[in-house]
């Protein structure tokens, strides 16, 4: 009984920070698109029918929505463990470049059933060892996750970039657009009319049960989270902190590498400069929305793709700049965290 | 050779002078025991209301004026929810550069690659023309002077002063300054929002002197991140951060040097280089002040600091 009640409240409590967050950002960005005289209305409708009118765009929305729900997902296991994974768009090009450099090699062409699973296989390694860098440079050199993570970052725009301009270069010219594309029999494969290939929605939906398994119901999740309340306490328990700590992101990178990985064979078809897209800063704003806990975070990173997506039509339909649909994001985000605080301010007064 | 080493100093003192400001502002909110990780979105903020403001009134200065507002504005918006409410300091000011990321390039769109008024250089009458020294120190835009002076000031401020005293032991020591009268989450307040004003004045020194223009990019997208590395690893200490804001100033320089020298490199490969280049000369430095005892890094281990004790702490006072 006293369950229920409990249950009960948390419910209301949640569904009345959930409007006051949606209020409070929504209100804010329609403020600021009033004063400078433009409608909101117009705005969310071309942003809607950019996202969602037709099968293409709704495929084209999953496509985004794929690696923000591996990124998020990785994501969970660093933020549990107390760490702030900020080298996530590095460990995303790190993968894409794995990946990449299994499929240019010479045999790739030959045998096609295997190659693009070792690839994703190599993306998912990559982006791991990038993910433990970080880890290590902190056990060990006492450095901050948060700026060994963002050198690290730096490190792998530096390698992607002399790659692309360097030995993986067009033949003739070397250019922001890319390598070459790949064999078209090494393409992740989609339907015809469909701009998201299936192998990656159903990879990173797997990959997201799988985090929401282990983090709630394995006793690994629960080291995780003893490591991420109080690692001093943890260790009173037997749990080496570093370890724990090193394995979360390995395993956020390893998923933030498979992103990349899949960005690569399913999206582009190359590697580009851009290939991380910022998802992975993106997922850091998902799962701040999410508090943290899994269970919202499929609808929370869906919403951001749809903003993601339909804001691509902004600059054509309404000479508005694309950038708006972060303006929203980045407000969300912030009317959460002012939301949560006048909540706990409230609880403790 | 004489000439054309003044003139790369020159050069080193010019790129330097905005990352000076925003490694110091940064350095003044550390101090006081807060973290503003929104270095990187609120620099690129302020450097478009700079750049609108300056076009629109015809002159720089309100356009400074404008950018120490805006870097004051995201401090404040910073202190509230992180020192007032309690919040996550870092998870406030990541969620803060993305969105003033964001609402810079949003705002800014109409003025994206429009010609605006840029700061000059000014010659120092007779210091300017010293032998080496002139061009290197005395022949700048104002705000490179304002960077000069702002260095020594600091520390001045920091270490000599009460009102340093004061901002020192609140970030070391919240409770006890309660304790002794000194209420610490006004004191944090206002010097975060000091420190926003100098962070602001960095965008400002972008767009309007050292990269003038408005665009997406804007050229000093990333500046933010080293700011705030060079304050961790700087050690706290105006002078040190200072120090390692020149070091970057030179690695950029270096860059465009060495794309002349190596024009088979492609030139994006320079711009990105010296990023990593100085975290991981900061992280060198970081890691061998661990081994005090080695008389090989008795050098290294002078530059070593400790972070303020509450910082990134919120206090709650009754």
Redesign the interface.
Known sequence: MLMKTIQQHDLTHLVIRFFCITGLGFGAVCLLLFTLHLSPITIAKSMGSGALSNWIRISHMLSIWTPLLLCSSGLLFTFRAGLWNIGIEGQMIIGAICTTAVLRLPQAENSHALFPALAMAAGLCGGGIWGMCAGILKNRGGVNEIFGGLGLNFVAQGIILWLIFGPWKRAGIASMSGTNLLPHALWLTSPAGWRVAPVALVLSCLAFLLTALLLGNTRFGLRLTAVGKNSKASRLFGIKPELIGLTAMMLGGGLAGLAGGLQVTGVYHRLIPAISSGYGYLGLLIVMLAGYRAAAIPCIALFFACLAAGSIQLPIMLQIDSSLSGVIQGACVLSALLVHGFQTKRRNT | MDVSVSVLAAGVAATSAPLIFAALGETLTEKAGVIN?SLDGAILLSAMTGFVTAKATGSVWPGFAAAAVTGMTVAF?LSG?GIW???SQ???G???T??????A???G?PYSRTPGPQLLAVPIPVLADLPFIGPILFNHSQIVYASFALIPLLWYFMFNSRQGLILRSVGENPEGCWARGIPPKRTQTIYTALGGALIGLAGAAYSLAVKPGWG?PQGCE?IG?IA??LV??GGWHPLRVALGAYIFGMLQIAGILFQEIFPA??S??FQ??P??LM??AL?II??SR?KKDTTGFRIIALLSGTPPMALGKTHEQE
């Open positions: 990780l918006v929810i409410l309690g919040q870092v998870a406030v990541f969620a803060l993305f969105l003033c990321r964001d609402l390039y949003f705002l769109s997406r990333g991140w705030l590395a961790i690893f490199i492609p994006q490969i990105v280089a990023f990593p975290i991981f992280v970081h890691l661990n």
